[in-house]
């Protein structure tokens, strides 16, 4: 049976895919941003019992893989095309209007995100240099970025009088991230991965301090009411701090040839 229960934990994770995508064509598509959130929980733990039950197998992992690619693929892309939708109908004051032909086609932009995280979730299956950082934004973190936005606004006129949030729902910027990030799922870009191998302070400084910076986010941004404002910043730290890091690397590489 323990070798079952992994499997289970995935399928848990599919489910809460499925069930976004369902809320995402409903009269409240926000709440499947929380089951976006539900699906990173559960994906976290599968792989945590197979370690610990020592039952990994390829099953496991093609099974994780499709479950993925439903959840922190498909699910924010649908949430993000009705968001994009939604932007637009609150651009002209939700009017019943003939809108032109640009304004029918946006929204398909968001299809980047399911169709390039597929081509993440392939070329990482392959991958055999992804055990100590990742190359490439990684599903999990994109997909929380777009689901936190939903989750921001929750398709509430009132909500974007939040302080930001109508910068990070302002279309033109609304659409550069989806197009931004989907391109950086498959960037040759190496991002820290949060894998500790001990938990001393030596060889885990930046993973500390990134966790250090999201612990203070997020108090700030429970100050402010809103929790999940602190999810877009916490992925763009993520990336700036891998950013930094990079550079640090190399130059101690550098200098080390000399």
């Known amino acids: 049976m323990k070798k079952h229960i992994p499997n289970i934990i995935t399928l848990g994770n599919l489910t809460c895919g499925l069930l976004s995508i369902m809320y995402a064509f409903s009269d409240t598509p926000w709440v499947g941003a929380y089951f976006i959130f539900g699906g990173l929980f559960l994906d976290f733990f599968d792989g945590f019992f197979a370690r610990i039950l020592k039952v990994d197998g390829e099953l496991g992992k093609q099974l994780d893989s499709l479950a993925d690619l439903v959840t922190f693929g498909v699910a924010p892309g649908m949430l993000m095309y009705h968001l994009i939708n939604y932007v ?5 004051s939700f009017k019943d209007l003939n809108l032109g032909f640009e304004y029918q086609i946006i929204p398909y932009i968001a299809l980047l995100i399911p169709i390039l995280s597929a081509v993440r979730l392939a070329k990482f299956n392959i991958a055999t240099n992804q055990s100590d950082e990742f ?3 990684p599903t999990p973190a994109n997909a929380i970025y777009f689901a936190s936005l939903a989750l921001i606004v929750k398709y509430d006129e009132a909500t974007f009088d939040f302080p930001g949030v109508e910068y990070l729902v302002y279309l033109p910027i609304l659409l550069s991230s989806i197009i ?31 966790l250090g910076l999201c612990v203070v986010t997020i108090l700030v941004a429970l100050l402010i009411s809103n929790v999940f404002v602190a999810v877009p910043i916490i992925i763009l730290l993520y990336l700036i701090i891998s950013i930094i890091n990079n550079i640090t690397k190399r130059k101690d590489e550098v200098q080390s040839k000399h």
């Open 88 to 92: 637009i109908a609150f651009k002209f």
């Open 135 to 137: 190359i490439g934004l």
């Open 180 to 210: 931004i990030f989907s391109l950086l799922l498959n960037a040759n870009l190496p991002l820290i991965a949060l894998k500790f191998k001990t938990f001393g302070w030596k060889g885990n400084e930046v993973r500390f301090i990134f």
